[in-house]
């Protein structure tokens, strides 16, 4: 199913043809322990071993923030998170959504092929009209479409992101297929990625849902977040007074703290923990104090190196005009075999 591709070479160290990735992440936030475990985590260590393209999704971003003054602050961000964490710009093709036109023109056909019907199906969707009646706009009813349209422009097989993507997944794998029968093959199947097999879904810290960039906020850790907010957002998790048998199974919400211990704790502490809880002897407040030192030391590095990046504007705008090159030849590429496939070249 998978098709050759000409690569673009993205880095110094590529110039045989790899398997391709993309992913993105939009600018509606700080960035949190979700983003970074769910998808970023991926994204770095994938730059050494496939063809990445990483974008931030401005354009998905209008479907539930329609105000624009914030937007090029909140890209920047984004971007600086990103290579704070580790993502190397010389490696990978780092670029915004709106930078890359194509996108929009393969958006447009691939809007012909997704059905009302199984749009309005999308649980993302639901819970979006849920939480903001007022703004179902046909952006968000066809988000996935939009999604399906960035993924494919470069014909990737692979794509980090979080459990909440899934069925996001799903749904781009049904409209390359639909592409392919209905015109020939053009694109891979894309498939969602972790390296540790299982989707990946960070909980919030209250034990109810997942951190997220603009609910819970008070139970989301953010890459941006001091020291002090860290403790104090930590010390607040959910507990109770412990288990009264030995080898209890957990309740959620300590199975939460442990999940979130476990990103990013030595083994050697998780273990401590996990015998003290299973010998009925584990102090709440000696675990949560322990899991908020490491989250500090885990977070701190981070959001200095972001704040310094910030401090270069003229840098990232740089480095957003290199990966739009990067995508835009790509996306280049593929339009010229979409057009084809589909009959749209008359001269
Ligand atoms: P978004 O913040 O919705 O733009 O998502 C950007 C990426 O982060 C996507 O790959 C999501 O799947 C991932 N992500 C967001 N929140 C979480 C979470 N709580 N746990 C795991 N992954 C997440």
């Not at 989707?199 to 849902?209: E, T």
């Not at 020291?227 to 080898?247: F, H, L, Q, W, Y």
């Amino acid at each position: 199913m998978e098709k050759k591709r000409d690569s673009t070479p993205a880095g110094p160290n590529e110039s045989v043809s790899r398997q391709i990735v993309m992913s993105g992440i939009r600018p509606t936030g700080f960035l949190h322990l979700g983003n970074y475990f769910g998808a970023m985590r991926n994204y770095i260590k994938m730059q050494d071993e496939f063809d990445c393209f990483f974008m931030v999704a401005d354009l998905h971003s209008l479907t539930t923030h329609p105000d624009t003054r914030e937007l090029k602050a909140n890209v920047h961000r984004v971007l600086a998170e990103n290579i704070a964490c580790g993502l190397d710009p010389e490696k990978v093709a780092l670029y915004c959504q709106s930078q890359v036109h194509e996108t929009a023109e393969l958006y447009l056909y691939l809007n012909m092929m997704a059905y009302k019907g199984e749009l309005e199906k999308t649980t993302t969707f639901k819970d979006k009209v849920r939480l903001n009646p007022e703004n179902v706009n046909a952006g968000l009813l066809t988000y996935p479409v939009l999604q399906t349209a960035d993924i494919i422009l470069h014909r990737a097989s692979y794509v980090p992101v979080g459990k909440d993507q899934e069925q996001h997944l799903e749904m781009a794998r049904t409209f390359a297929n639909r592409f392919n029968h209905r015109y020939g093959e053009v694109f891979p199947e894309p498939q969602a990625f972790n390296y540790n097999q299982n989707l990946v879904k960070v909980p919030s810290l209250d034990g109810a849902g997942k951190m997220s960039k603009s609910e819970n906020q008070m139970a989301t850790l953010y890459l941006a977040d001091s020291d002090e907010i860290i403790r104090k957002k930590v010390m607040k998790a959910k507990t109770d007074s412990g288990p009264t048998e030995k080898n209890a199974p957990k309740p959620d919400y300590i199975e939460n703290i442990f999940l979130l211990m476990k990103l990013v704790s030595s083994p050697a502490t998780v273990q401590q923990f996990e015998d003290d809880y299973n010998n009925c002897n584990i102090r709440y407040g000696d675990l949560k104090k322990q899991l908020a030192e490491d989250m500090v030391s885990f977070i701190a590095p981070i959001r200095n190196k972001t704040d310094a990046i910030l401090q270069d504007e003229k840098g990232l705008e740089q480095i957003m005009r290199k990966g739009a090159e990067k995508a835009n030849k790509s996306a280049g590429e593929t339009m010229k075999l979409v057009r084809a496939a589909m009959g749209l070249n008359y001269f």
